[in-house]
């Protein structure tokens, strides 16, 4: 079955980075484009950003165009987001998803402190 496990969150100071990855199983990750959301205390869940499957084509939220890039490895099966120039609005819950399935993994968490 589909399975996405985040890592990499925790607690940073405003101006600091940090570097999200996800592993993926059970789908033919290689074929698929890739998407990063977040969801922050009391606020819908948003797109961050995404990534073709041959990495071409890599899309940003107008909040996080410039700070925040997405990577992806097929021979890993993994995709990453590492994150630049962090804000104190960036605090969430980040989650890896594939675009064309509605699985979500679990999660990991972000703070960034002022």
């Known amino acids: 079955q589909v399975q996405l496990v985040e890592s990499g969150g925790g607690l940073v100071q405003a101006g600091g980075s940090l570097s999200l990855s996800c592993a993926a199983s059970?789908?033919?990750?290689?074929?698929?484009?890739m998407t990063w959301y977040r969801q922050a205390p009391g606020k819908e869940r948003e797109l961050v950003a995404s990534?073709?499957?041959?990495?071409?084509?890599?899309n940003y939220a107008d909040s996080v165009k410039g700070r925040f890039t997405i990577s992806r490895d097929n021979t890993k099966n993994t995709v990453s987001l590492q994150m630049d120039s962090l804000k104190p609005d960036d605090t969430a819950v980040y989650y890896c998803?594939?675009?064309?399935?509605?699985?979500w993994g679990q999660g990991t968490q972000v703070t960034v402190s002022s």
């Open positions: 990534i073709s499957s041959l990495s071409r084509t890599r």
């Open positions: 998803k594939v675009r064309d399935l509605p699985n």
């Open positions: 059970g789908f033919a990750f290689s074929s698929v484009t």
